[in-house]
């Protein structure tokens, strides 16, 4: 049972490149998230899905695009990479109901030079 | 504004020496608060949720206790394999999780 499956694991981008980060989940989970984490701030929401073909905004999605047209993958992208994003990103995914607890993938490290 | 805040940032101590982690929030329609560990390099690993307060969960060497503002992480006899990032988390009532910053614990043998 693989839980979280995040893809890359590592990326070096240049400015103004675009590139997309994959995330798979097998436990057949509603919601899913895009987070990203930089030192001294904790994880911040990107966007978020509370169910395939939908898509909402988080706390800092400016520059993220999302897709989620299947209810196991959610796709970010950076259309336009710029250096303020370079961070490391975690999927996370959640049932609807029940304890909620988050089931987090292994991260994706990003830099954009 | 909803919020969760951690503190300290940052913990250094002798292995035995016990201590305790805050997490303090404002979230409206509070459904729970979740704590994480998350070592180097990795995701976060769920730990506790709690639900109302009063609660109280443990874990090995670690016990988390809530009330209406706040929560703590108390770490008794700590060992070296402690050593991590604990995070706390807070769900709205639109199931949008807030995370605090995190407390980086160093166990020193």
């Known amino acids: 049972n693989a839980g979280v499956t995040q893809t890359p694991k590592f990326r070096v981008l240049k400015t103004g490149q675009s590139m997309t980060l994959l995330c798979a989940q097998d436990m057949n989970h509603e919601y899913m998230y895009w987070y990203r984490q930089d030192p001294g701030m904790g994880l911040r929401l990107i966007h978020y899905s509370v169910g395939e073909g939908t898509t909402a905004k988080g706390e800092v999605p400016d520059g993220y695009n999302v897709s989620r047209l299947k209810k196991q993958n959610f796709l970010l992208g950076l259309e336009s990479a710029a250096p303020s994003q370079t961070s490391v990103y975690f999927c996370a995914s959640t049932p609807v109901s029940g304890a909620n607890v988050l089931t987090f993938g292994a991260g994706s490290r990003l830099t954009v030079l | 504004e909803d919020q969760v805040t951690q503190s300290p940032e940052a913990l250094r101590l002798q292995e035995g020496e016990s201590s305790s982690l805050n997490c303090s929030y404002t979230?409206?329609?509070?459904?729970?608060l979740f704590w994480y560990r998350q070592d180097p390099g990795k995701g976060p690993e769920f730990l506790f949720t709690?639900?109302?307060a009063g609660e109280e969960k443990e874990k090995e060497r670690l016990k988390a206790t809530l009330t209406k503002k706040e929560s703590f992480l108390h770490i008794t006899a700590p060992k070296p394999e402690d050593s991590a990032t604990y995070l706390c988390a807070v769900p709205n009532n639109f199931n949008k999780f807030y995370f605090g910053s995190g407390t980086k614990l160093n166990v020193k043998p």
């Open positions: 709690l639900y109302s």
């Open positions: 979230v409206s329609g509070l459904r729970g």
